[in-house]
RNA sequence: GCGCUCUUAGCUCAGCUGGAUAGAGCAACGGUUUUCUAAACCGUAGGUCGAAGGUUCGAAUCCUUCAGAGCGCGCCA
């Protein structure tokens, strides 16, 4: 039911009829014709720019090929009330009353009212998250989680497989410093040994001392005497303790991953080994130089012969190392052979969400992923931008070395998960995004979720006051139903829904629905309100019963306000 | 030096893959509750869309240049 595409292709056809009939000429492309959405100003309800885009090939001013269209396409539809034709050249609509009538009792049987299902159903899988498993997620963490999460809710709701992805990596130095730190403490509560203050690597963390505590209490039989010969029985279980925390935060922010890729399994599998041998084979990979990068500090650069990867064959500003000096493989490495088995598991889509501070990081695994599938944009990065916080009116820097982090569990349990999805979901995600702690905090009641939440309280309140659920069947034999002018426009509105999913999954832009939530609960409150001063807006009748148009009214915006936060993750009260 | 992202009202941001006279919220000021939830509503005020060129019938949106902010630039992940 999305009346903008509807109107589309009818447009589209009539002119390609009309183009046979050598009543008009097309130009080569006729992309860019839209029907869209008019200004609030114009008072109608769909508007298009076809006779301008076809103004040029017909040598001819838009308004009078507007004039020739209006009846070529409009002639036989009993929809329209009225056809205006406003400079520079627009068509506007005006559609029949009886139409949003008809809209109405269309979308009612509908169960994912905005979902669009003319594409073909394709296999996706979507990396989100993928800290490093060294402890629990933070704030910074958090944008990219629900970005990454949303989308895939967007997706399915499109009748698309997802397959929700996190790549742990387990692997690599910092795993190192991760387990010496856990064995540290676990000395520390054993033998009283000090824990070193002044070594950058080790992560000062409390919740160090928790991993630590628990590994003692959970493994009587282990003999902590001899650091390298614990190493790697303690490292898996550091590893297993940190995982348990980021799968608690995860749940807590209302996130599920269908699963979790190791990178350990992924080099002791020889995937790497398998992975460079291919592009070898392709010459994708040389031994060469990396040069420096210019104005920076490069006293300690020493210019060496390394393996790399040929990513500037695809556009980006330096080949890439994919061995260390010590002849283990870089990240890189690891997640490139981490990319062909996503690859070997016959995905048509590939989308990873990634932070602000790995941008740099995007142009060489679309190379790498280009390189292998041989198909150009079969990966898609998304880029959540930083999340500023801000506390008491002051910007607040997080510390790796104080170990003086946000944690998600921190903001959950001040701020709430429905809102921090909400706000964190309410900005592009390529804009840097102000949070403010104290005023999330102090000011919940200005907070937008709560707003669009009230709006489908209110709903839920009148249902409740005579006695009806919300989810019971409406049933609409009676089809002489007259709506007013205010409710025509909240019509209007939810019409324009398919359009807002629409244009999120396919830029896949999630900040488009709570944006659209917000104004869809405000013109509902709007006309609330109007409830007071005249009696014919109100829902209830005096003998408590309820008309079938306020009823199916009321369930239309209901079911448009849970569809939404449906799939942004948000509850949806009936109470508040 | 190079790359990516951002710059729209005092503040925080929308602006629908180029459309008509650029929109919200907050803050400010003035109103609305005997009536279905006032966590709401109505009104007033607030703009050279960072700057300059270009493409186009038409630019906040696309291109170029410049300025400012953020992130990043081998053996961290």
């Not at 509908?110 to 402890?135: M, Q, Y």
């Not at 079911?559 to 799939?567: E, F, H, N, P, Y």
């Amino acid at each position: 039911m999305n009346i903008f595409e509807e109107y589309l292709n009818k447009i589209l056809n009539k002119i390609k009829l009309a183009s046979e009939e050598k009543l008009i000429l097309l130009p080569e492309s006729l992309s860019g014709i839209n029907v869209d959405i008019p200004p609030k100003k114009f008072k109608c309800d769909l508007s298009t720019n076809v006779a301008m885009v076809l103004s040029k090939t017909n040598n001819e001013p838009p308004i009078k090929i507007a004039e020739k269209l209006k009846d070529i396409i409009f002639k036989d539809d009993n929809n329209i009330e009225k056809i205006e034709i406003a400079n520079p050249g627009f068509i506007n609509i005006i559609l029949k009353k009886e139409f949003w009538t008809s809209f109405l009792l269309n979308i009612n049987n509908l169960n994912n009212f905005g979902a669009s299902l003319n594409g073909s159903k394709k296999k996706h899988l979507i990396e989100f998250v993928s800290a490093n498993p060294t402890g629990p997620l933070h704030v910074g963490h958090c944008r990219g989680a629900i970005l990454g999460d949303v989308i895939s809710n967007l997706l399915k709701f499109n009748n698309q497989e997802v397959v929700k992805e996190y790549y742990v990596n387990d692997h690599g130095n910092q795993i190192l410093h991760f387990t010496r730190s856990v064995y540290l403490r676990i000395k520390e509560k054993l033998d009283n040994q000090t824990f070193p203050q002044n070594e950058d690597d080790l992560y000062p963390g409390e919740y160090i001392k928790d991993i630590a505590q628990h590994i003692i209490d959970n493994n009587k039989d282990l003999q902590f005497d001899d650091y390298e010969k614990i190493k790697l029985t303690l490292t898996k279980l550091a590893i297993t303790e940190s995982l348990k925390l980021i799968k608690t935060n995860l749940n807590n922010l209302g996130i599920i991953h269908d699963n979790f890729a190791s990178e350990t399994e992924i080099v002791e599998n020889k995937e790497v080994d398998k992975v460079i041998d291919k592009l070898k084979k392709d010459k994708f990979v040389y031994i060469g130089k990396i040069k420096a990068p210019e104005g920076e500090d490069t006293t300690n650069w020493v210019e060496r012969d390394q393996l790399l990867f040929r990513s500037t064959d695809f556009g980006d500003d330096k080949d890439r190392a994919l061995k260390k000096s010590d002849n283990t493989w870089t990240y890189f490495a690891g997640d490139v052979a981490y990319h062909n088995t996503k690859l070997n598991r016959n995905f048509d889509k590939l989308i990873n969400i990634l932070g602000a501070d790995h941008a740099g990081y995007i142009k060489r695994i679309t190379s790498v992923v280009e390189a292998l599938s041989g198909e150009k944009n079969k990966l898609i990065c998304k880029v959540s931008q930083l999340v500023k916080l801000i506390k008491d009116g002051k910007p607040f820097k997080m510390s790796k070395r104080k170990g003086d982090y946000i944690t998600v569990e921190d903001l959950i349990s001040e701020v709430g998960k429905d809102a921090t999805r909400f706000i964190m979901l309410s900005r592009s995600n390529d804009a840097e995004l102000d949070f403010d702690f104290t005023k999330v905090k102090e000011k919940s009641k200005d907070n937008p979720l709560y707003y669009v939440q009230y709006c489908y309280a209110r709903i839920s309140s009148v249902f409740r006051n005579i006695n009806k659920n919300i989810d019971d069947k409406i049933d609409n034999e009676n089809k002489n139903m007259q709506f007013n002018n205010e409710e025509i426009e909240i019509f209007k509105k939810i019409s324009e829904w398919p359009k807002c999913v629409e244009i999120s999954t396919k830029k896949l832009e999630p900040h488009r629905i709570p944006v659209y939530l917000y104004e869809l609960s405000s013109q509902f409150h709007s006309y609330w309100n109007m409830g007071k001063d005249d009696v014919e807006k109100r829902f209830i009748n005096d003998d408590k019963t309820i008309n079938i148009e306020k009823l199916i009214f009321l369930k239309s915006i209901a079911k448009t306000i849970k569809t939404g936060m449906d799939i942004i993750g948000v509850d949806t009260p009936e109470k508040m």
